[in-house]
């Protein structure tokens, strides 16, 4: 039974605005990666380490060892061991050299040498001198000096020399090299005292022309404000601007 259109305390009417629930979904027609496998694998799901098989690996050049070989039976892990051998061959050819004979030597001329001997003097020519001999004369040499302090032969005594006062270690020495009370300027004492009067005398002052001067009329004896204090002065006019911005007081 229809109670008005009502179902319990909601009464259906149309939907303001699109409700999801009236349209129709695709469905689950979506391609979803594989869990197994390395290529394309699902990123939500954990991947498992990964293998690959090759095939045997070639042989590198530093293994290329040589295989077993003849070995001899007189070669021990020392080396050769074995039994002496001989061979026999030929004479060794010498060579004929001139050797000297007892008679090549002469054994008197060895007593100079060997045994001691008195001096033998010979006499021959005199030298041959030269032409000009340049050899210096005795005016050609100096004799060392024998007084002052540059004695060669001789011990020389103490010298003294006789300067000028010297600068350097006096009691007046300015080691600073500070200015003294003359390189000063004296300044004037006005600059730092009460400074007097002064006074100058000059020509006299030329005096107004006839009829410039200003009459007792010429002055407002009644507007003294500007000297005194006056009454207040009541003027006539609005009370308040049509431009001034009214004073607003928030009260909360």
Known sequence: MSNGGWVGTWRPHRPRGPVMAQYSSPGP?????????????IPTKRKAPAYSMYGAKPPSSKDRVPGPY?????????????APSYTMGG???????????PASYSPEKSRKIIYQNAPAHSISF?????KVDATPGPSAYTMPEVLGP??????????????????????DEDLHKTPGPAAYHKPDTDIYKKRAPKYSMGSRSKGLRAGKTPGPADYSVGKVSLL??????VTFGIRHSDYTTPLIVDVC
Request: proline residues 6%.
């Open 29 to 41: 027609k979506y391609n979803i990666p594989g869990a197994t496998g390395y290529i394309s694998h």
């Open 70 to 82: 003849d070995v001899q039976g007189y070669m021990t892990n020392r080396g050769r061991q074995s």
């Open 91 to 101: 004479r060794f050819r010498v060579k004929k050299e001139v050797t000297p004979g």
């Open 126 to 130: 005199r030298t041959r001198g030269y």
């Open 150 to 171: 540059h004695t060669v032969a001789t011990s020389a005594g103490p010298s003294y020399s006789m300067t000028g006062r010297s600068k350097l270690g006096r009691f």
């Open 228 to 233: 005194k204090s006056c009454a207040p002065v």
